[in-house]
Structures are given as structure tokens and as C-alpha cells.
């Protein structure tokens, strides 16, 4: 194996492809997994793994020394609602969060990095490893959306855009030119789900990321979930900003929604 690489593993399907992708290329993969968050079966594709509360960078520090791994690569999600919980975090982490920039994902994850940074490591972006993921603009599917959709999807991508930009979330669920919902700490799927409530059948729903994304933090994502959810709360369309937004399990998400007769779309915005 080549140099050693440490893996900060949230949830998401994809993360245990990115590991195997970066072993046949050589690196030696050390995963620290988010308790809650990475799945279990990371363990058998690390060439070491070690599992944290969200909060307990002392941890994670020690567990990196002790691999000798100086580069850091943050893969997956981790749900926002966590921040909240004084039990997730060790008392080194939770000061640094009270006197910090507040709790928003970027501004905890900001203060993560620079804790690591200090002690002498690097964090890298997974951006160049997910660029397969990343789509460009057009209409995935057979089906192209309805005039009235792809109105929305071009109103809801600029709006989300701004509401990245405030951190406020990257989903939006539109309908007939209005904001239905826009995504909090709840997520992704769950947004989707309330605004389906409120807007009734024919919604679409955008997802777009800030106008500097800056990848080591977050990297804005879709898959076959948010496609499953989608379709069972009756929206009409996805749409996606080209070269910002990850699609995951693309060839199967947009199978079920070719069948089901919902567009997918990708749009740049400029």
C-alpha cells in the first residue's frame, strides 16, 4: 500500500465505494465512522477503522496520530440535528462550539477542520474522487418535464442557490411558482416529504449548492432515496445544478422515475 489517507466516513451508500475506489489506487484507507452515521460495513473495506461520536475530536485525533496518517478527507453525511446534543461532544469540541460561529454544518465542520489543520494535518476534497457523480446540464430522463416544471425548476434552482449561500439548506420543494418548503435540519428526504404534504400532487423539487461550494466541507447530493421519496409523495420533476450536486445510483434512480413518468433535469446556473 501507498500513503496512508484518513477517511472521516458520515452516511451515504457511496462512501464505502469511494474507500475500495481509492485502495485500487494505491492509498491505505484509515476510517474514522461517525457513530449513527457510517455504516457497518465499512469495516471490512478500511485498512483500519475506528468508530466516534460526531463531537469527539480528541478521538478522532488520537486514532489519526496513532495510523500516521497527516491527510483527512471527509466522505458522507452527518445529520445537523446532532449539534444539539451535549453528549455527542467531548468538552475540548463543545468549547470550541460555544465559542465559536454558531451551529450550522459549515461552521462546526469549519472549527473541526481547523483544530485538525493546527495539529498538523491536511484536509482534502473529495471533489476530484466524486466527479463521475457530478452531472451535466439536460434531462436525464426519457420523459422531459412539463413547461410548467421546468418553470418551477428554474425559479426553485435560483432561490435554492441563495438559501445555500445562507446556509439555510439546498432543497426546495416548489409548486406552481412558489416556495412550498425549504429544507432545515430535518434533511433532504424529509423536506421533500413535508412540502408533498402541504403542495399535493405535481410538485417538483430542486436541490442546487452555494455559489462557492467549498467541497471539503459538503458536498450537495442526491440518489435513489431522494428519488423513492419523491415519487412517493407525487412530485413531477428533479432538478439538479450541473456540476454542484452529486447523483448517486443515477442509472437506477432514474430507472424508477423513467417508470413512473418523472423528469429529472440538470441545469446549470451561471
Known sequence: MGRGIG???????????????????????????????????????????YRVKPGELGRALDFFKDQQVSEIMLLGKVRPGVVFRRENFDAETWRRLEGGKGRSASAILEAA???????????LSPGPLLAPYFCG???????????????????????ARKAADLEIGQTLVIKDGAVVAVEGLEGTDRAIQRGGRLAGPGFVVVKAGRTSQDMRLDVPAVGLDTVKTLLRAKGAALGLEAGKVAFFQRQ?????????????VVRALG
Open 137 to 159: 446540464p439536460g434531462v436525464l430522463t426519457h420523459a422531459n418535464p412539463s413547461p410548467a416544471a421546468l418553470r418551477d425548476i428554474d425559479f426553485g434552482l435560483t432561490i
Open 252 to 264: 437506477a434512480a432514474v430507472s424508477v422515475a423513467e417508470a413512473q413518468g418523472v423528469s429529472i
Open 113 to 123: 477542520f481547523a483544530f485538525l489543520e493546527a495539529r498538523g494535518f491536511k484536509v
Open 7 to 49: 477517511i472521516v466516513a458520515g452516511s451515504g451508500r457511496f462512501v464505502a465505494e469511494a474507500v475500495s475506489e481509492l485502495r485500487r489506487n494505491g492509498l491505505r484507507c484509515v476510517v474514522l465512522g461517525i457513530e449513527g452515521e457510517a455504516r457497518p460495513g465499512l469495516k471490512r473495506v478500511a485498512d483500519a477503522f
